[in-house]
């Protein structure tokens, strides 16, 4: 049987959104449906609106979501109906090489639901990151949904199914941040300041915060930033050198992911230091161009984080906690809640820097 519910689709490249009726199978084998209660609005649904992540269009959008699980098919063990849930865009497979030797936050054959979610004429969407969460209900492989504490509000535990956990994970697990390092974060959207707070949870003596906007920086200050620069005022390396007394940081996040945010990202290192992107490049082929003579000599790592190389299983409940001890701020994510009608809005709004996040509520039943 098909459910019927409203969401969220983009048809074609760069035209807005449109809420049309989404059909949802029931689950089939290792599958779970899940009814959505709170679902972000990341900078990554305009992306694939635009475009920049593939062009399998018509896509079904929204990820970063949390919900109660509905129905669950055959053969899944990890959750029951009733469990409240975190949906997560990895779910580790346990079988390709990445799992077997260990890094199944690597896992190369990340699972999603084998059947797909239908327009009225049987059109087949495309999930954005396999969960098109901008629905009523959603169907997902039962590994991607994590059981999390029912007391916590789904608009703030939904954040954790991406920008909070990316960047957080960024500066945590990518970045490896130690107490007393100093670190720089390029971009202080959603990604950037949950970069932000986890490094400065996790010790870090100066935490930076850059970007255009200085409403973002104030933001940046909320979470955690001990400096902030604005890159239209004054030069980034520069900033952050004469920060760190000439040295460069020993971290720098580059949140943005565009060329000239990450060669900027590599200058304000230190020597050895280290540079994580998790900015999603907003446009396919984009090129960096750096210094031959500076990878070499000054040293360090260049890593490109993935999902914050989390294990949802395991850094899901983390983050919770540190949430209920009053550690992580997640309410303060939280620019306003809207409903599915107003995402195309909502995509205005992350244009101009007037929210950090906007996220969709659906009325429980």
Not at 3 to 15: F, N
Not at 88 to 107: D, F, I
Not at 143 to 168: H, N
Not at 252 to 268: N, S
């Amino acid at each position: 049987m098909a459910h019927q519910v409203r969401g969220v689709v983009a048809r074609t490249r760069g035209a807005p959104v449109e809420v049309v009726t989404v059909h949802v199978p029931d689950p089939g084998p290792d599958e779970a449906l899940i009814r959505v209660r709170a679902c972000g609005v990341c900078h990554t649904d305009l992306h694939y609106r635009e475009g920049g992540i593939g062009d399998d269009f018509p896509f079904l959008l929204g990820h970063e979501a949390a919900g109660i699980v509905e129905a669950v098919g055959d053969g899944v063990s990890n959750v029951a109906p009733g469990d409240a849930v975190v949906i997560a865009w990895r779910a580790p497979c346990g079988a390709c090489r990445s799992c077997l030797r260990g890094r199944p936050w690597y896992c190369f054959d990340s699972q999603n639901a084998r059947q797909r979610m239908t327009l009225d004429d049987g059109t087949p969407l495309t999930a954005a990151l396999g969960i098109g969460a901008f629905a009523e209900l959603c169907l997902v492989h039962a590994k991607q949904a994590v059981k999390v504490d029912p007391t916590v509000p789904p608009e703030a535990a939904g954040l954790i199914g991406c920008g909070v956990m990316a960047g957080y994970g960024a500066a945590v697990n990518t970045g490896a941040v130690a107490p007393g390092d100093t670190v720089a974060v390029i971009g202080c959207g959603g990604v950037g300041n949950a970069a932000i707070a986890g490094a400065a949870i996790a010790g870090a003596r100066m935490v930076i915060g850059v970007d255009v906007v200085d409403r973002k920086l104030e933001w940046a200050r909320r979470f955690g930033a001990t400096h902030t620069v604005n890159a239209n005022k004054q030069d980034t390396v520069d900033a952050i050198r004469e920060l760190t007394g000439g040295f460069g940081a020993d971290l720098v996040v580059d949140a943005v992911g565009r060329p000239e945010t990450y060669l900027q990202a590599f200058l304000a290192r230190d020597h050895a230091g280290r540079l994580v992107n998790v900015g999603v490049p907003p446009e396919q082929g984009m090129i960096v161009t750096l210094p031959m003579s500076e990878v070499f000599g000054r040293g360090g790592s260049l890593q490109s984080s993935w999902y914050g190389d989390c294990l949802p299983t395991r850094d899901f409940p983390v983050l919770i906690n540190l949430y209920r001890k009053g550690r992580l701020d997640l309410d303060g994510f939280v620019s306003e809640t809207i409903t599915i009608d107003d995402v195309e809005d909502a995509f205005r709004k992350i244009i101009n820097s007037e929210v950090l996040r906007s996220v969709v509520m659906f009325t429980p039943r």
